[in-house]
């Protein structure tokens, strides 16, 4: 019953200073939100790239040049991986289905008086099923433009309707480098991978690339950014590995450090998990000072609230309040505020990762764990913070209490 009184009676102060009470809770509310939006956030960027890496299919392996150390303090792509390394995995490795070798080279693309800067990817016809693409519209890449070094190209669907806003772009001729290329084939839209719009890209043939537009500037051959794989399936993903890394290490003669690096979807994904939680422990934690500083907030305004009462204070006391009626009383004003803000600040945080889900290509990913956590801290704070100012509304002397006042 002592509880429900000073329940009711903490109620009714609290709604008697309304402007104090919100700006109070306004701290609490920011540190809820922040917290619980970050997380969100961080949250549904490690989604996106998941679902990204998983639509490429789940047995796909890239082989890319050059160790980790050494892509870690170059600039430039090694040329240690070469066109004949992509074809000796897919006649030499028994666990691999296709393998589909690429380069890569940002160009200026120029059709009559449009332009633009794209990604430019020499590929051959495996391109298609390792890399899960599609064509909408005429054809892909085939062997025989591989090897006539035919001047075709099939462009993305947005640099498509870019370079040809009102035409049929099939059968057009566009300029790369000076030299035309008969567009044959418009591809399916694909979205962003990692931050790359993958639907700028314009696909030429990779004899062609090489020839033609990079150059063969490796000694060893024609040098591909990169060879993606398909394993025959998710069990032999381990095996097509260690298979892959003995070819190449044969071939290149390797004795120490290898020249090459051999990644799987899931070791990929394992990486950028690392770093999508570690940014969103990081974002959490900048947000959670918020909530620090809101708790200081409510221990201020309540200090400020036991002066101001002092002479309520003293006179309670004076008609027989116990000392831990005091102190009870205002432990539960500051909880109600830090609990209040830490609701509104909820909500405010789950309103956000809505709009961010609705307005960027981020899903709304809305942790329970994180609203569980941000609403019961806030409590805690509203509760630990509270402590000193209601201390010192119990510790006054009613005589004294009533004569300050």
Partial sequence: MIFL????????TLAANKMRSSLTMLGIVIGNASVIGMVGIGQGAQKLAQQQFESLGP????????????????????????????EAIATQVPTVTEVAPQINSNRLITYR??????????????FLTVRSFAVTTGRFIT????????????????????LFPQQEPIGKQIRIKDISFEVIGVMEAKGSFLGTNQDTNVYIPLTTMANQIVGNDSPYGTAVSFIAIT??????????????????????KIIG???????????????????TNGLTVLLAAIAGISLLVGGIGVMNIMLVSVTERTQEIGLRKAVGAKSGEILQQFLIEATILSVLGGAIGTGVGVATILVVGLISPLSATISPLAIIVA???SGAI??????????????????VALRTA
């Fill in 143 to 162: 062997n025989i433009d591989l090897q006539r070094n035919q001047r075709v190209a099939v462009l993305g669907p947005e640099i498509a309707t870019k």
């Fill in 5 to 12: 009184e000073s329940f009711k009676m903490a109620v009714t």
């Fill in 113 to 126: 008086d449009r332009n633009s800067s794209e990604l430019i990817v020499g590929a051959t016809p495996e």
């Fill in 231 to 252: 394993a025959r399936n998710q069990n032999s993903i381990r095996a097509a590995k260690f298979q892959i890394e003995n070819l190449l290490r044969l071939r290149h």
């Fill in 382 to 399: 509203g509760l630990f913070f509270g402590v000193i100012p209601a201390r010192t509304a119990a510790k006054l002397d009613p005589i």
């Fill in 59 to 86: 047995n796909v392996l890239f082989v890319v040049p050059g160790s980790e150390e050494g892509r870690r303090t170059s600039f430039e792509l090694p040329k240690t991986l070469v066109l004949k390394d992509a």
């Fill in 375 to 377: 609403v019961t801290v």
């Fill in 257 to 275: 450090k290898d020249d090459f690096t051999v990644r799987t979807q899931k070791d990929i994904l394992d990486v950028i998990g690392t770093v």
